[in-house]
């Protein structure tokens, strides 16, 4: 069965603090994919990464980088030097290929960033 | 590109009463999926339309329901409210290829739903 965990359920740092959240994942699919969104205050879920089971390249994208590794099925998130703007609910998502084509996503239960000045 | 909307953004319902939740996904996205958010249960999976066809449902109850119109818009129904039902309804579109390949889903700002 699929699952996301995210034991880390707050953080609090202060500004320009590096931060991990941490993701384990469970599944039994050889081809899956792995997402990080934000949530801030006003609800929206926003799309930050995709990475597919094939490519274990670490990504960076300014300030963010990922590091997956599949020999530990975990799937990490930085913040660089974090600041206010990032504070937020942060949640890594799975989703299974071969499921009929659909995309259902199974979420972790997010951490809770706070950035504090 | 306008991203995905949903409405009403709030509602106020009472138990044993039914809401339908709408949702328009981004001009040219064919697959629709739902998700309700509690502090308690997270983020889960109610279902997920492709081509007006329910291609996936997650574990909750006959009383949740949707559908999906030919030019991709969904709604989601839910019948006989129970105050566990007050949560944050969140609708997401991708492209839908068909061949679940992770395409990226792009969330709406959600629909509150809150029971008395």
């Known amino acids: 069965a699929q699952k996301v965990t995210q034991a880390q359920t707050e953080i609090s740092v202060v500004e320009k603090e590096d931060v991990t959240l941490d993701c384990v994942y469970e599944?039994?699919?050889?081809?899956?994919?792995l997402f990080w969104y934000k949530q801030p205050p006003s609800g929206e879920l926003v799309f930050l990464i995709r990475r597919n089971s094939f490519d274990e390249q670490n990504e960076i994208s300014g300030r963010y980088s990922w590091n997956f590794q599949k020999s530990t099925s975990s799937f990490n998130f930085t913040i660089t030097a974090s600041q206010v703007v990032d504070s937020a609910v942060y949640f890594c998502a799975l989703s299974e290929a071969g499921q009929g084509g659909s995309e259902k996503l199974v979420f972790g239960k997010g951490t809770k960033l706070t950035v504090n000045p | 590109k306008a991203g995905v909307t949903q409405t009403p953004r709030y509602l106020i319902k009472t138990r044993g009463q039914q809401v339908t939740l709408s949702c328009s996904p981004i001009s040219g996205h064919r697959s629709v999926s739902w998700y309700q958010q509690t502090p308690g249960q997270g983020l889960q999976f109610l279902f997920e339309?492709?081509?007006?066809?329910?291609?996936n449902k997650g574990n909750f109850p006959g009383r949740f329901s949707g559908r999906q119109f030919s030019n991709s818009r969904s709604e989601m129904n839910v019948s006989t409210l129970e105050l566990g039902d007050s949560a944050l309804y969140l609708c997401?579109?991708?492209?839908?290829?068909?061949?679940?390949?992770?395409?990226?889903?792009?969330f709406g700002p959600g629909t509150r739903l809150t029971v008395t």
């Open positions: 339309y492709f081509s007006e066809t329910q291609r």
């Open positions: 599944t039994r699919d050889t081809t899956y994919y």
């Open positions: 997401a579109s991708s492209s839908g290829r068909g061949e679940g390949v992770g395409d990226e889903q792009y």
